[in-house]
Nanobody
Framework: QVQLQESGPGLVKPSQTLSLTCTVS??????????WSWIRQRPGKGLEWIGAITYSGYTYYSPSLKSRTSISRDTSKTQFTLQLTSVTPEDTAVYFC????????????WGQGTQVTVSS
């Protein structure tokens, strides 16, 4: 019943900011105990957790990406966003948004994913 959909530019230039939006339908992003996460998969690699924003608006980030990552939300639109700054070709990946149960990495609902390529 809960659905998530990623959207945003599929091509970003090196050194610029990658910006994606996840639109949630069939549920509220302010409902306890859900966390709302961003996850990516780079070519030939496994899934990598980027960060999350909780039902109360608190954020968590992967240590390896923390300095470049910002997650925010717009509760009126049931959306949350990802901004990844200073991107390089190594940031090329399929980016997913997903719902997490209480920060336990139990991702019950996923978006279909969106390809983002970093290239000049």
């Amino acid at each position: 019943q809960v659905q998530l959909q990623e959207s945003g530019p599929g091509l970003v230039k090196p050194s610029q900011t990658l910006s994606l939006t996840c639109t949630v339908s069939g549920g509220s992003i302010t409902t306890n105990p859900y966390y709302w996460s961003w996850i990516r998969q780079r070519p030939g690699k496994g899934l990598e957790w980027i960060g999350a924003i909780t039902y109360s608006g608190y954020t968590y980030y992967s240590p390896s990406l923390k300095s470049r990552t910002s997650i925010s939300r717009d509760t009126s639109k049931t959306q949350f966003t990802l901004q990844l700054t200073s991107v390089t070709p190594e940031d090329t990946a399929v980016y997913f948004c997903a719902r997490d149960w209480a920060g336990r990495a139990q991702f019950g609902y996923w978006g279909q994913g969106t390809q983002v390529t970093v290239s000049s």
